[in-house]
Nanobody, 121 residues
């Protein structure tokens, strides 16, 4: 089971850190991805980190978001800086048993429930 948390209402330019905590399995053995879905839009890839700790980002978050893991806490984080109103969405974390980060959401085996991020202008 995955539990995403950390969302909230912030102003443009602010930062938030999202957490994805796993229970029942060891998250460090999986590739973990963050996705988001804005109202009226499809789910899109944001960032991912493989079990080898190799990371990959969508172009629209490069230089602003950082993905990391804390194996002792069985948790993956998404540090979001310089937030923009267009970052407003429900953010989901997902886990995949492959060894590489993939952007296609359908390959992920486990999903968290989502956490809402709202960025006001």
């Amino acid at each position: 089971q995955l539990q995403a948390s950390g969302g909230g209402l912030v102003q443009a330019g602010d930062s938030l850190r999202l957490s994805c905590a796993a229970s029942g399995f060891t998250l460090s053995s999986y590739t973990t991805g963050w996705f988001r879905q804005a109202p009226g839009r499809g789910r899109e890839f944001v960032a991912g980190i493989s079990w080898r700790s190799s990371s990959h980002y969508a172009d629209f978050v490069k230089g602003r978001f950082i993905i990391s893991r804390d194996n002792a806490k069985n948790t993956v984080y998404l540090q979001m800086n310089s937030l923009k109103p267009e970052d407003t969405a429900v953010y989901y974390c997902a886990a995949d048993q492959s060894g590489v980060v993939r952007e296609r959401s359908t390959v992920y085996d486990y999903w968290g429930q989502g956490t809402l991020v709202t960025v006001s202008s």
